[in-house]
Structures are given as C-alpha cells and as structure tokens.
C-alpha cells in the first residue's frame, strides 16, 4: 500500500516513519510512504503557500495554486490514483470502521494543512474525503496524518508481525480489549488470574470475552450499542431479554405486535389496572421470533390463554412518548419510541369470549409484576375510551364493521 503526504513540514515524519512496526513494514515492502514538500508548488522565491482570507479575520489560508499542483503532480506519480484525504477537525471522526474502509485502498494521499485551513475550492475539487482525530484543535494536520497512517497500516497484511495481533483489538467487535498479564505470575502482592495459568482455553477465551465486555460497560458505554453482543450478552449487561429494540438517547426503537380479537363484533382491549390508557394486547417481538410466534408467546404470558394467530391485517408505524417497558433498556422511564407495529387477526378460545372482562398480568413471577384488565369493547364505546396509539381506531371501526 501506499501512502503520499503532502506537507510544509515533511521533516516532522523522519523519525517516526522510520521506527518501530512502521520502520520494518518499509523495509518489508509491505507500505510504502512518499513525502512532499508543498512549498516546492510555491510559485516566488520565499516559497509562499498562505495568504490572508477575503472578508478579513484572524489567521492565514493555505492557497489553491499550490495544492491544486502539488495533487496533481503527486498523483501522476504513480498509475494508482490516491484516494485524496484532508486532516481537519471538521471531517468524519477516524473510528475502526472508517480505518477499514481506509485500509481497502491501494492509495492514500494525505493532505496536511496549517493555519485557518485551506482555500474552499481545494476542498470542494481535490479531497475524496476530510478526517477528523476529535473534537479538539492541533496545530496542523501532521500528527493526525501520522495517526491515520500508523492505523491503516496494521491492517496491511504483513505489516504486524502476528497476524493474530489484529484479532481482539480494542474496538475489535465494538469492544474495548481485556487485561493483558505477562510474567512474574505474582508481583507486589497481586497475582495473575488463575484462568490464564490454567491452560484451559476455552475458559480463557470466555474469561477474556467477559472482560472486554465488563471493561467496554465501566469505560466506553457508548459502543455497546453498536456492540456485537449475544442475545444473552445484552440480556445480562442492558437488561434487555432479548427484545427486538434498541435504545438510542431518549428514544426506544422497536419492533412489536398487537393481536386484533373481534367477537360478536366487538374488540379485545388491555390495560395496565388502574391506568386510564387502553391497547390491543401484544408486546415486542424478540430477536429471530417470527410474528405468529410473538403473538403466541405475548397472550400465553399474559392470559394464559392459546391464541391462533391469523393474517396480518395492517402495518403501522408508531411514534410518541410514553412509559418504556420496564424489561427494557428503557426500565420504566417515560421516552420517546419509534416502532413498527404488526396488527394481526387472533382467535381466543371459547371462555374467554363470554366473559366481558377478565384479568392476566405482566412480568409475572418477576419483582415488577402487575396487573391487567381485559375487556370486549363494542365500536360505539371506542370513543369514550383512550386508545393508544390513537391512530388505529379507525382501523379498528373497520374490522368490526363500523363504516366511518
């Protein structure tokens, strides 16, 4: 692979390029890094390549003649166009993905600016694509280009002496990396853990997996998100079971399904005892469950009952603000949801269509348990009642026969 940086202080890249994995990566043939001097673009005898910016302001701006040269004449060098990259703190922030990305290119030209930046109409004609390290100011695009190139670079192959090296990384799989421990197996009191003398390797690739997992939960709680977990990973770490929802900020993202029992044409409603808002019975699908299945699972737990799921009746999606499940990575706080909703015809059984009302419970066996109430609800008493979302009531008029 190789890398081309564009620079007015190319001496700044000597011994750093020269040292360590990169050093012997060169010498391998595994990258290959070409400096440039912008300042040999400069077109007057004190090598000029800044000049104060229309409109007035602090500071100077790097000028196009140069760079616009310097691009050109970098990348006639080789046959491989570079994939042009400008260090900036107003770029996409250098994460592991955009590291990989990064890595797939044969060629990288990486443009390091000073001062105020650089003229606009470099950015808008000559840069695949602006970087940024973080939210904070350096003094020019040096560094971060040494940063980005020693991050591409280990994903060469043949640059890292291991190829395993790569393996388990911090932020490999969205995780922080685990303790690492090496000999005396004691020192100053403290011992290794007894899972890494043990030999046993699947204890220790298990011991190690719930490391990363603990360290990435105290120290970067934002990743795990996007994390790959098992079901039962984020069951125990966000006290989610395994629901197909994810919750991003304030807002709970979901997916559920809603069973429209209709007999004698009136329609099966729940609510929360006591509350005042009712709903078709449902919950949230879990991840994998198909649709039939959930609805199943969702009147078993709640009624008891053996309900036959049907046809889909309707898609809808949903959006507002209310109390999140407690079961949830909500736990119980009032968000705002965004969720797509599965109506689906159900049969009940027999005895519980004579009954008018009856009673089930949520998380039931669980600290959180409660109460609902059931209750067969005919077209016309739709309109007393508060039925969220509100949007379905006139689905509902249809499906009992009621013309709007």
């Given amino acids: ?33 070409h400096l440039h001097d912008l300042r040999d673009w400069a077109h007057d005898r004190h090598r000029t390549v800044d000049d104060y910016p229309f409109g ?35 770029g996409r922030r250098l994460d592991r993905a955009l590291v ?135 069951r125990v770490l966000l006290g989610d079971p395994g629901f197909a929802q994810t919750r991003v900020g304030g807002t709970i993202f979901q997916v559920r399904v809603a069973a429209v029992a209709i007999h004698e044409g009136r329609v099966l409603l729940h609510r929360t005892a006591g509350d005042t808002i009712w709903s078709l019975p449902g919950g949230r699908l879990l991840v994998g469950e198909r649709i039939e299945e959930a609805l199943r699972r969702e009147m078993r737990e709640e009624t008891g009952m053996k309900a036959e799921p ?6 809808e999606e949903n959006f507002g603000e209310w109390t999140s499940a407690l079961d949830g990575p909500g736990r119980g706080e009032v968000l705002k949801h965004h969720e797509i909703g599965f109506y689906v015809a159900a049969e009940v059984p027999d005895r519980f269509k004579r009954r008018d009302t009856f009673r089930g419970s949520e998380l039931t066996g669980t600290p959180d348990e409660f109460a609902l109430e059931f209750r067969w609800v005919a077209p016309a008493e739709l309109d007393d009642l508060d039925v969220r979302p509100t949007r379905i009531v006139p689905a509902l008029w249809e499906q009992m026969g009621r013309v709007v």
């Fill in 100 to 234: 990989d990305e990064l890595a797939q290119k044969e060629r990288l030209l990486l443009i390091c600016g000073r001062y105020e930046g650089i003229d606009e109409r470099v950015l808008e004609q000559a840069v695949d694509l602006e970087v940024s390290i973080g939210d904070f100011v350096v003094s020019g695009g040096e560094l971060p280009a040494m940063l980005l190139l020693d991050a591409v670079s280990r994903q060469v192959p043949g640059v890292l002496g291991s190829e395993g090296s790569l393996e388990e990384e911090s932020f490999d799989h969205g995780l922080l990396e685990y303790p690492q421990f090496t000999r005396p197996a004691e020192y100053r009191g403290v011992a290794v853990p007894d899972v890494l003398l043990s030999g046993n390797h699947a204890k220790i690739e298990e011991w190690r997996r719930a490391k990363r997992i603990e360290r990435t939960s105290e120290r970067r709680p934002d990743l795990l998100q996007v994390a790959e977990l098992s079901t039962e990973e984020r």
């Fill in 56 to 90: 007035g302001g602090a500071g100077m701006v790097m000028k196009p003649e140069p760079l616009f040269e310097a691009i050109e004449a970098i990348t006639a060098e080789d046959e491989t166009t570079p994939f042009r990259v400008f260090l900036t703190p107003q």
């Fill in 310 to 315: 049907g046809e889909v009746l309707w898609v």
């Fill in 1 to 33: 692979m190789r890398f081309d940086i564009l620079t007015i202080f190319p001496g700044m890249f000597e011994a750093p390029l020269s040292e360590s994995i990169l050093g012997r990566a060169r010498e391998a043939g595994h990258i290959s890094i």
